[in-house]
């Protein structure tokens, strides 16, 4: 494909590509809004990106538009692709923007050219009728869309602040083929099937009240998930040498003036007063960590010092950004700082990655790896931040690892590795990371003494592995299906007495399970033995067993296991070897 840039030039690339991709979604969202101007000539344009997996566009209508428009939409859609418009380029200056804006009646548009510098060059794009003021890019014709589907409406506030006026976003997805787009509708389709807020509530998970917005409450079995989580990332920490710590949720804002957070992270922070000073409920927990590196003196004999933490944070998400447990108000951290010495950058670098890559390969994902470099709004000298990258590159080359840049996306502090991992049906999720920091250590004036004798600045790496366990459990509900493997269901035999004659000696069997650790319920309802296995499979247990006067005499028990169906009469102890094997 042609992709027609902001100056003008062209460029080709692929839809396999990211440039193509973008610019190909890029373009569709344009058509829709040419689509809905000539069905809808009062509505207004806001903006209209291209997103992961499709584009969405914010509009200003005059009436309630809903999902049953979407078909006159559609059809208007496909008139302009076959139209096969060119997409033209062209700047003006601001003055100019301006007049062709306020004669569109475009109040959106002309409220982001008045925040532009008087000199600045303004980059439209028009196809046919259709003037969009827009830095691309984009394709050269409209007829390259050959495959498209409006999916979803929502509602967006402008410019993302509740005190500006409610829009309505539109989403969709296009492809150059309808074989793609309709691959993709049925990963949609899939997707609804294993939406974690679906499965959390059906089988006992987790819950979301009301009263609590982006605050999960965990139920019995999704805490039995969650502790099974942190039990094998204390065994992974405890192997790699890590320390455990805690530190408090509430700390004072002098601390978060020294770490910077206050004054780049202040609207993400819940915030109280205590004693007449203001203090901040934690949104991270790396500034404790800092406080306890500090306690006391250190050698470079010590380093480098790991410390792990599994803090609850808190942040201020917008209400419109929150989405069952991807995306909450307050979630565990698995968090670790290592302090280390410039020379054992490298080692450790390498070290988490191993580590992340043990964990991800446990699960069964794959996953890709992008490197963020310094952003805008960030703290430090030049030098250091040319140090901390360097370190980062250098450690994923000498792993072999390939990787994307990311330009401009690091934390404020530092440059970091963001790993995002592809689940079952290919959908990416973004979660364990490493950010390498020069800079807390020096805010925070922490020290380790050399062996020169001299106080020298410890360089600290901040990493997670799950990155929010609530997350993780998420995207893990999403990724089994709330099929989980044998180890992390929190039922993992339910025992099925065929009626009341037999429950003590399928109670005798839960004994013996129970004794050798594992998770073990009881149906004892007085329901019919075929009603109690359509359960069992609803709730996703790994093996159900069947008691009745056969199994009882012979003192056996008939098995079934998940996606595997009758696996025929056995001894309890042939079970436990099946369940041994499989439950590593």
């Not at 406080?291 to 209400?319: A, D, F, Q, T």
């Not at 430090?380 to 990311?406: C, H, P, Q, R």
């Amino acid at each position: 494909m042609k992709i027609k840039m902001k100056d003008g030039s062209l460029k080709e690339a692929g839809f396999e590509e990211a440039l193509g991709k973008e610019a190909f979604r890029h373009t569709t969202a344009h058509i829709l809004a040419q689509a809905v101007k000539r069905l809808y000539p009062n509505t207004k344009c806001a903006i209209g990106p291209a997103i992961a997996d499709g584009f969405y566009y914010d509009f200003d209508f005059d009436f309630r538009f809903s999902e049953e428009n979407f078909a006159e939409v559609e059809a208007e859609m496909k008139k302009i692709v076959r139209e096969n418009l060119q997409l033209k380029h062209f700047t003006a200056d601001r003055e100019r923007a301006m007049q062709m804006m306020e004669k569109r009646g475009e109040i959106y548009k002309i409220e982001m050219l008045r925040e532009l510098p008087e000199n600045e060059e303004i980059s439209f794009y028009q196809q046919g009728e259709y003037l969009e003021m827009c830095a691309g890019p984009h394709i050269a014709y409209t007829s390259a869309v050959k495959a498209f589907k409006l999916l979803s409406i929502a509602g967006a506030y402008w410019r993302g602040s509740e005190k500006n006026k409610m829009l309505t976003r539109i989403y969709g997805t296009s492809f150059p083929s309808r074989e793609m787009l309709d691959e993709h509708l049925e990963r949609l389709e899939e997707a609804k099937k294993r939406d974690h807020r679906k499965l959390g509530k059906e089988l006992g998970l987790f819950a979301l009240f009301d009263e609590g917005p982006g605050f999960p409450f965990f139920l019995p079995k999704g805490l039995i998930l969650k502790n099974l989580l942190i039990d094998y990332w204390r065994k992974l920490h405890i192997r790699e040498g890590y320390m455990e710590i805690s530190t408090p949720m509430i700390l004072n804002r002098k601390l978060w003036e020294t770490s910077g957070h206050w004054e780049h992270y202040r609207e993400n922070m819940y915030t109280t007063v205590i004693d007449e000073a203001d203090f901040a409920i934690k949104p991270m927990n790396c500034p404790g960590g800092m406080l306890v590196y500090k306690m006391e003196p250190h050698s470079y004999r010590e380093l480098p010092l790991r410390i792990g933490e599994l803090g609850l944070i808190h942040r201020n998400e917008k209400s419109g950004t929150l989405h069952g447990l991807m995306r909450v108000r307050c979630c565990t951290q698995d968090d670790a700082h290592i302090f280390m010495m410039p020379e054992q950058i490298p080692d450790e670098i390498k070290g988490v990655v191993r580590l992340i890559d043990e964990v991800y390969s446990h699960f069964g994902f794959k996953y890709h790896v992008e490197l963020s470099t310094r952003p805008e709004n960030s703290i430090g000298s030049d030098k250091d931040w040319e140090m901390a990258t360097n370190g980062l590159k250098n450690a994923l080359d000498d792993l072999g690892f390939s990787y994307v840049i990311n330009e401009g996306d690091g934390a404020f502090y530092g440059p970091k590795i963001d790993f995002h991992l592809e689940d079952s049906i290919g959908r990416t999720w973004q979660c364990g990371t490493i950010q390498l920091d020069f800079q807390l250590p020096q805010r925070f004036e922490a020290e380790y003494i050399g062996e020169d004798g001299k106080k020298h600045r410890p360089i600290m790496i901040h990493r997670v592995v799950f990155g929010s366990i609530e997350r993780f459990i998420g995207i893990l509900i999403e990724h089994f299906a709330g099929k989980f493997p044998l180890w992390l269901s929190p039922v993992q035999v339910k025992i099925l007495p065929i009626s009341d004659k037999y429950i003590d000696y399928a109670e005798e069997i839960q004994r013996e399970l129970e004794k050798e650790g594992m998770r073990c319920e009881m149906d004892k309802r007085a329901e019919k033995i075929g009603y109690k296995i359509r359960t069992a499979q609803m709730e996703r247990v790994p093996y159900m067993l069947i008691v009745g006067e056969r199994e009882m005499q012979d003192k056996k028990i008939s098995v079934r296991g998940r996606g595997k169906g009758d696996l025929g009469s056995m001894s309890l102890h042939q079970l436990l070897e099946i369940l041994r094997g499989e439950g590593k």
